[in-house]
């Protein structure tokens, strides 16, 4: 199997703290992990590329000092979204590749996590 | 924008009928995924054509993929009450090595 675990599945906050949010790869090795941002009824906006070992790759418009991204080992990439706004609120969605997959091949993903800020 | 374009928004038809969903893309690319979200739910993918490829099957599934006019279509035969959810399109672009998805079908089965 491919399994992808998000945590939380859902978080809420008050305005101002931070908030992080975990993708592990549970039985596969992932160098690449990939972070979506999905509003209700929208599609999934990519915000970056994590990539195990270097710097995460944002897309345009994405705050890197806003969203940041860790991809501190094969099996894990951590998105902290830093003095969360009411405008952040979301559904967060990670996914991850295998290692050794094809480069644009299949995606994995996690459940979401939908965060609240108050 | 990001996204390729789906059609339509919204599909709604009773249980037994087949489904036909749309998207198109604008830039050349190395493959084409269409993915199954249920609502508040991860993505799971369904099937993956690569730009070589024309059409593919799996199961009550078939894909088409036409490069020249940047397209594809999904295709899900004999639905069921179970296949109601979104369907994405997702393109992949070689260059970048990431995946870009269209703006999705929400589908919906009448028992």
């Known amino acids: 199997g491919a399994v992808v675990s998000q945590h939380p599945s859902w978080v809420i906050c008050k305005s101002g703290t931070s908030v992080k949010i975990e993708c592990r790869s549970l039985d596969f090795q992932a160098t690449t992990m990939f972070w979506y941002r999905q509003f209700p009824k929208q599609s999934l906006m990519l915000m970056a590329t994590s990539n195990e070992g270097s710097k995460a790759t944002y897309e345009q418009g994405v705050e890197k000092d806003k969203f940041l991204i860790n991809h501190a080992s094969l099996t894990l990439s951590t998105l902290t979204v830093t003095s969360a706004h009411p405008e952040d609120s979301s559904f967060y969605i990670c996914?991850?590749?295998?290692?050794?997959?094809?480069?644009?091949?299949?995606?994995?993903f996690g459940e979401g996590s939908r965060l609240t800020v108050l | 924008s990001q996204q390729g374009e789906e059609d339509p928004q919204a599909l709604s038809i009773q249980e037994g009928e087949n489904a036909t969903m749309n998207c198109s893309y604008k830039t050349s690319i190395n493959n084409l995924q269409w993915y199954r979200q249920n609502s508040g739910r991860g993505l799971v993918h369904l099937i993956l054509?690569?730009?070589?490829?024309r059409e593919k099957h799996s199961g009550r599934l078939r894909v088409t993929l036409d490069t020249s006019k940047k397209s594809s279509s999904l295709l899900i035969t004999a639905s069921r009450a179970a296949d109601t959810a979104s369907y994405f399109c997702?393109?992949?672009?070689?260059?970048?090595?990431?995946?870009?998805f269209g703006s999705g079908t929400r589908l919906s089965i009448r028992p």
């Open positions: 997702a393109t992949g672009y070689s260059s970048a090595s990431k995946i870009i």
């Open positions: 996914s991850a590749r295998k290692q050794g997959g094809l480069d644009t091949g299949e995606l994995f």
């Open positions: 054509i690569r730009s070589n490829e």
